[in-house]
């Protein structure tokens, strides 16, 4: 080895300093590892399997669509802070200027935080044929979107096992995200500091929500846990940053289980899914009355009140209007009317 580098460093010396060197060879740039090629936007090295995986990118940003191949080898990996503002060695302005991400189907394995602090991300499109998007390594550095402050669309492969650690830790532009039903797993402060985020469906064969999976997020007042769920961390849900808890937060879930046992540890509204509900019992006290009428009347004023969304519709048009309103304050008053 010690040969080949004299050797290209005397082909150096006697072209100039800028000479070209063939594709593939080593140089003596600090931020390229030796055996790093390029082709288009994309540094690679190519697998032990003659496939090639990209580095990082150095191109002008924008949308970026992720080539199938690179000088005709097949893309089948993305290594760890190919993509990343994270990376030291490769931050770059080309990166800075990503605003949206697609992922080919050739792409069998993303390496760890690949995507982090890319600031101005805001869509993400990942093919089904990738099962982990790895987040923390040995030192716990960054989760694979922290720091995406700007992404809002995600869409994650079907058959993903898991929402890593800090996953999309401080993504807070993120208002809802879509969990593939083969998700067991939402591992610890996978989407803290998601303060925009306002809806997520928990899918039904997730059975861990891990410590502070969802701290800090603030506009999210409810949460349905579904049966499965056997293991609910520390702060998990319902709390903010500094480990206060947020009034009126709500878990909906099944009787005996995680989601009852959390609630009552951490004195939050449990109302159970598992009991027939009454309806037009907008507060989940077991009878229909006028504390019903002001809540759902306080909830369409914008206050921070959390109701019962289903026993609220009592006209069964699929939304808690003022309509809700009037046929339950009639109901009260004796009208002939029935609440669906």
Known sequence: MKKIVSFLASLALVFGTSAALPEGALTFDTAISASALTYGDYEYTVLSDGTAEITNYIGNGGNVVIPKTLNGKKVTSLADESFSMANLKYRSESLSKITAITVPDTVTNVGMYAFSYLKNLKEITFPDTITEIPSLDEDNSWGAFEGCTSLEKVKLPKNLKKIENKAFYS??????????????????????????????????????????????????????????????????????????????????????????????????????????????????????????????????????????????????????????????????????????
């Open 171 to 340: 993504c807070s532009s993120l208002k809802e995200i879509e969990l593939p039903e083969t998700v067991t797993d939402i591992e610890w402060s996978a989407f803290a500091f998601c303060t925009s985020l306002e809806n997520i469906k928990i899918p039904e064969n997730v059975k861990a929500i891990e410590q502070y999976a969802f701290c800090e997020c603030s506009k999210l007042k409810s949460i349905i846990i579904p049966k499965k769920v056997t293991q609910i961390g520390d702060y998990a849900l319902g709390y903010d940053s500094a480990l206060n808890k947020m009034n009126g937060f709500t878990i909906y879930g099944y009787s005996g289980t995680a989601a009852e046992e959390y609630a009552n540890n951490n004195g939050f509204t449990f109302i159970p899914l598992d009991e027939k509900r009454i309806s037009g019992d907008a507060t989940g006290d077991g009878k229909v009355n006028i504390a019903d009428v002001i809540r759902i009347q306080q909830k369409l004023a914008g206050w921070k009140v959390t109701i019962d969304e289903s026993a609220s519709d009592v006209t069964g048009d699929g939304k808690v209007n003022i309509a809700d309103v009037i046929r339950i304050q009639q109901k009260l008053a004796g009208w002939k009317v029935t609440l669906k």
